[in-house]
């Protein structure tokens, strides 16, 4: 369960997403929900692995027979959150009917998904140096995770001949995602980020416009 040193947290996520893995047991998953409900509700800092096992009606031995150590459950459960996110995002596009529709639906859910969610929300906000560095201090390995997931669906696009030909599917990921993390990462004074109608307005401005090929 441990991650290597040439994987980021979110490439691991994504793998488990595409590839649709379900790899714990019951016992592992009660702990899962355990430490998301204690973490969420007094931070990871504060947190203890005791605590979680009394919050799961565990022994202090069972957890660490299942994570050796803090970082390896606290890097289990967000993790899994973000598991949550890639199954998420992959519902809400499928539901919009047209590319434009589903570029706009995948901004917006990514920021509503990741910003909304008790855990990784509160992270961000209130203990970023939990989970930023997995994101952009990894020597790009998240952001290439996310650009590689957000190229994979335009090109699927493109095949289907919803995208011209001529749209270089992989650089207009890369803008796409970086307008997305650095939205999560520093707060924007002149974007409302919990305003759904005004991120849409933004994607529809920014966003759309990339599926374009040059010269258009």
Do not use: W
Not at 15 to 41: I, M, P
Not at 42 to 69: C, H, K, N, P, Q
Not at 138 to 163: N, Y
């Amino acid at each position: 369960m441990a991650p290597t040193e040439s994987e980021s947290l979110l490439e691991r996520a994504y793998a488990d997403a595409v590839g649709r893995v379900e790899d714990h047991d019951a016992t592992t998953t009660r702990l899962l929900d355990a430490a998301y409900e204690q973490f969420c509700r007094l931070g990871i800092r504060r947190s203890t692995m005791e605590d979680v096992g009394r919050r799961a009606g565990l022994s202090r031995i069972t957890v660490y027979r299942r994570f050796a150590t803090k970082d390896v459950l606290v890097e289990s459960v967000v993790r899994r959150e973000f598991r949550r996110y890639f199954d998420r995002f992959l519902v809400d596009i499928e539901q919009a009917e047209t590319v434009s529709e589903r570029v706009v639906c995948g901004f917006v859910s990514s920021l509503r998904a990741i910003r909304g969610n008790p855990l990784i929300g509160g992270l961000l906000d209130d203990e970023p140096d939990v989970v930023a560095p997995s994101m952009i201090g990894d020597g790009g390995h998240t952001l290439a995770t996310v650009r590689a997931f957000v190229a994979g669906q335009l090109r699927l696009e493109q095949q289907a001949g919803h995208i011209s030909a001529g749209v270089e599917v992989e650089r207009v990921a890369e803008l796409m995602v970086r307008v997305s993390a650095s939205f999560l990462i520093i707060p924007s004074h002149i974007i409302d980020l919990d305003d759904d109608a005004e991120l849409r307005s933004v994607a529809e401005r920014f966003l759309v416009p990339m599926l374009e090929p040059p010269g258009r």
